[in-house]
Structures are given as structure tokens and as C-alpha cells.
């Protein structure tokens, strides 16, 4: 079962904080159902780095993460975590994050569990490559927090 715990993003158009909920465990249905919430912008920004010419290096990683397939990959395995940030009645982003399996290198802390983040995403219409002006900020660095707080 998963735990829900009140957060703040930055809500970019109201210049405020605006409550909003940290998921700690989505499950594959609703990450289903935010790529699908994603798919027409994400659609819509290829489109247009198709017909501006940009190579495809050149494009930002995560237009082709297809977060269905990585949901249900990790489905059911105690060491993955999928979380999710809902605001307005909908998922402002998700991270993949592995909570064994990984080590420190750092010297003072070699050898030490470690979480990682595999994969870290805001939706698409809070990011100002999607939209002009994007909807809320702060959804990389609550994610971040929370990894910390895995850990």
C-alpha cells in the first residue's frame, strides 16, 4: 500500500506554493495512465524537432522513456520504487528509483547502501521545453528529497 504525504510545488502562473501530494509507491495503472496524460505533448514536441531539423542527438533523453514498459519491469520487485507527484488531480512527475543493489564510491562512504535514481521525469506541461509557460515547479528537487529520505 502506498503512503501519501503532503508537499509544496511552486505554482509558476500564481507565483505561490500550492499543496500537492507525494506518492511513494504508483502502481502500474497509474503510471499507465500519466504516459497516456503525456503521450500528445511529448508527441507534439517530436513533431516539431522533426520539422525544425534538430538530429536526434540532440534531443532531450526522456522523449523516448516509455514509462509503461519500465512500470512493468519493476513490477512486484521489493527493490525498485516508482513514486509520483499528484497536483490538480493529476501526476506532475514520477521517479524510478532502486533502493539495494547500489554502493557508494565516494571514499568516506564506500561500500555504503546507496539509492539511485534511475529515471526522474516532470510532466510535460511543467517543463519550458513543452509549454511556455510551464505549470509548477519544484517536482526534480521533492523528488530528490525523497530519495535522500529512502536512503
Known amino acids: 500500500m502506498s503512503q501519501r504525504s503532503a508537499i509544496s510545488l511552486w505554482d509558476r502562473h500564481a507565483q505561490q506554493l500550492v499543496p500537492a501530494t507525494l506518492v511513494d509507491a504508483l502502481d502500474t495503472s497509474d503510471v499507465i495512465q500519466a504516459a497516456l496524460s503525456w503521450r500528445p505533448l511529448i508527441e507534439a514536441r517530436i513533431q516539431k524537432l522533426l520539422a525544425d531539423g534538430i538530429p ?22 521489493l527493490a525498485y520504487q516508482i513514486m509520483g507527484i499528484e497536483g490538480e488531480g493529476a501526476l506532475q512527475g514520477m521517479m524510478l528509483a532502486a533502493t539495494v543493489g547500489k554502493v557508494c564510491h565516494i571514499p568516506s562512504q564506500a561500500g555504503r547502501p546507496l539509492v539511485y535514481i534511475h529515471f526522474l521525469a516532470t510532466s510535460p506541461w511543467n517543463d519550458a521545453e513543452f ?16 530519495a535522500i529520505q529512502l536512503g
Open 56 to 77: 536526434r542527438s540532440q534531443w532531450p533523453e526522456h522523449l523516448h522513456w516509455d514509462w509503461e514498459a519500465k512500470a512493468s519491469a519493476v513490477a512486484g520487485l
Open 131 to 146: 509549454v511556455d509557460p510551464p505549470r509548477f515547479g519544484l517536482v526534480g528537487k521533492v523528488f530528490l528529497a525523497a
